[in-house]
């Protein structure tokens, strides 16, 4: 399994971004797929997750203003981040976990910086 995550950048803070990330490769019908994100000198950490069943997790510093979404059929996911502030500054890595056999696959990460 492969993902190509893209749509990062430099955004001003109350500004908005959209991360998009593509699974290629063998794929188990239930799965879970996700955004976790580094800042510097901190530990990856989660954002959201969305299952394959349609289930989703967000962390609390970002419900309301990151909804995910998936499309399936394309093995696709989005993270459309709004109202963004500088704590969001970080690299955004994408995941997916195959839940037949719990391995976990990640994406290069993307920078998205917040200027203030």
């Known amino acids: 399994v492969q993902l190509q995550a893209s749509g990062g950048g430099l955004v001003q803070a109350g500004g908005s971004l959209r991360l998009s990330c593509a699974a290629s490769?063998?794929?188990?019908?239930?799965?879970?797929m996700g955004w976790y994100r580094q800042a510097p000198g901190k530990q990856r950490e989660l954002v959201a997750t969305?299952?394959?069943?349609?289930?989703?997790n967000y962390a609390v510093s970002v419900k309301g203003r990151f909804p995910i979404s998936r499309d399936k059929a394309k093995n696709t996911m989005d993270l459309q981040m709004n109202s963004l502030n500088t704590e969001d500054t970080a690299v955004y890595y994408c995941n997916l976990r195959d839940l037949g056999n719990n391995r976990n696959y990640w994406g290069q990460g993307t920078l998205v910086t917040v200027s203030s």
């Open positions: 490769g063998t794929i188990f019908s239930l799965n879970k």
């Open positions: 969305l299952t394959s069943g349609g289930r989703s």
